[in-house]
């Protein structure tokens, strides 16, 4: 099996490229493999759209974890 590259971004702090296994490509893979484990309050996405840890992520995606904006 080949593998493929993610980078994963915590925003605020540090991006982090990962190899993951093609079969084994989500977002949960693609976090554990960083050493990030997002709070509840925080949004993950793969590009524009919002994801879970069971998102399927391709070679050269960017998995973007970060706090909400909150409101007046």
């Known amino acids: 099996m080949s593998d493929i590259y993610v980078k994963v971004i915590r925003v605020p702090g540090r991006v982090t490229e990962v190899a993951l296994e093609s079969t084994n490509a989500t977002v949960g893979a693609a976090l ?41």
């Open 32 to 72: 554990s493999a960083a050493d990030i484990s997002p709070s509840g309050s925080e949004t993950i996405k793969v590009g524009a759209d919002t994801a879970t840890t069971e998102t399927s992520v391709s070679d050269g995606d960017r998995v973007v974890v970060s706090q909400g904006a909150k409101g007046n």
